[in-house]
Nanobody, 118 residues
Framework: QAQLVASGGGLVQAGGSLRLSCVAS????MGWFRQAPGKEREFVAG????????AYADSVKGRFTISRDNAKDTVYLQMNSLKPEDTAVYYC???????????????WGQGTQVTVSS
């Protein structure tokens, strides 16, 4: 059973950057999701435990980068050019296969708040 611990959220001005981290052991497909107040939890980015071609939501392509460091059992989400609409609680998750569907992920970390001010 995977255990995930996310960190790195905070308050940043529009146009700024943040890097989220998620410590997670095991060979899973790792995803980042986010949930804004009053909205459904949505897929942001995903990557296999051994790297490979990452997947991104259209809303973050070109601004966010997902990566992982297996030596540290850590998945990162580098977020650049942040916008107020990126404000949400961000979650990391682990699943058995590549997917953007929330239900396909069996393990979840606690959320970390990202707030982007205009």
């Amino acid at each position: 059973q995977a255990q995930l611990v996310a960190s790195g959220g905070g308050l940043v001005q529009a146009g700024g950057s943040l890097r989220l981290s998620c410590v997670a052991s095991g060979r899973y497909y790792m995803g980042w999701f986010r949930q804004a107040p009053g909205k459904e939890r949505e897929f942001v980015a995903g990557i296999w435990w051994n790297g490979g071609i990452p997947a991104y939501a259209d809303s973050v392509k070109g601004r966010f980068t997902i990566s992982r460091d297996n030596a540290k059992d850590t998945v990162y989400l580098q977020m650049n050019s942040l916008k107020p609409e990126d404000t949400a609680v961000y979650y990391c998750a682990a699943g058995q296969y590549r997917s953007s569907r929330r239900d396909d992920y069996a393990y979840w970390g606690q959320g970390t708040q990202v707030t982007v001010s205009s």
